[in-house]
């Protein structure tokens, strides 16, 4: 244990990373990422910053017109039509916060991920930006495959 603090050299500056996908085990992920020298600076995922990210909510309106137009105006999931509108925000955010490797995180038999996950790699690789994608099941933790490639991607970048 003590050598793999020591091999870590990412403690004093951690790689910023962006991590997007399906519902995912946010802070285990969050943990191991950061035992491995880095740091994720930004959750793209069902439960984190696409429930939150939307526009201003127009209070002078209609209460149930500006509570519709609040929800619809959310970030786009992989399920709506729109749904690539969302690479463009996540391009603005790889460069805003100097994002250098992403990981993409789709749930087993989540169909509307898995179609999106080519795609969203293309998109990534106009951007020259790493990606790393895991597939896990509904277990809410970071089992010991899914830590060894997050340590080898680590270490690539």
Not at 121 to 146: N, R
């Amino acid at each position: 244990l003590k050598e793999q603090k020591t091999v870590s050299k990412g403690a004093d500056h951690p790689i910023p990373l962006l991590v997007t996908g399906s519902i995912i085990a946010a802070l285990p992920l969050a943990r191991t990422v950061e035992e491995m020298g880095g740091n994720v600076v930004y959750f793209d995922t069902c439960c984190t910053s696409r429930w939150y990210h939307q526009g201003e909510i127009d209070e002078e309106a209609e209460p149930l017109q500006a509570l519709a137009t609040g929800y619809l105006g959310q970030t786009p999931c992989p399920r709506m039509n729109q749904s690539y509108e969302r690479f463009a925000l996540l391009r603005q955010i790889i460069h805003d916060r100097q994002i250098k490797g992403v990981i993409h995180h789709t749930l087993k038999f989540c169909d509307v991920f898995i179609f999106e996950a080519h795609p969203f790699k293309l998109c990534m690789d106009e951007e020259g930006v790493p990606l790393l994608p895991i597939e896990s099941d509904y277990d809410f933790g970071v089992s010991g495959q899914i830590a060894t490639r997050i340590q080898a991607f680590m270490e690539m970048l």
